[in-house]
């Protein structure tokens, strides 16, 4: 089991960008699958970035082009670059490592 824990959220104008962070409690060396995933109010949450077990990188269409996902194995950390905001890119952002969640970071795009 590994604890996750998510930062970097807040409040960003529309066209603007933020990065989170993933820290997890113990080394993700040998954990591949690995996510950002987001819930808006009043809808499921849906998969926005992940790394899967195979190696290779899952981008939701909306996000494609403007969000980047990477992560650093020596800091434990994966990280959600978020690039030309938009107001539908708000909802509580949610890291994911194999089966465990962290406790969501906000992220509010508003003018």
């Known amino acids: 089991q590994v604890r996750l824990v998510e930062s970097g959220g807040g409040l960003v104008q529309p066209g603007g960008s933020l990065r989170l962070s993933c820290a997890a409690s113990?080394?993700?060396?040998?954990?591949?699958?690995m996510g950002w995933y987001r819930q808006a109010p009043g809808k499921q949450r849906e998969l926005v970035a992940a790394?899967?077990?195979?190696?290779?990188?899952n981008y939701a269409d909306s996000v494609k082009g403007r969000f980047t996902i990477s992560r650093d194995n020596a800091k434990n950390t994966v990280y959600l670059e978020m690039n030309s905001l938009k107001p539908e890119d708000t909802a509580v952002y949610y890291c994911?490592?194999?089966?465990?969640w962290g406790q969501g970071t906000q992220v509010t795009v508003s003018s």
């Open positions: 790394f899967t077990s195979s190696g290779s990188i």
């Open positions: 113990r080394s993700i060396s040998s954990i591949y699958a």
């Open positions: 994911k490592a194999a089966n465990n």
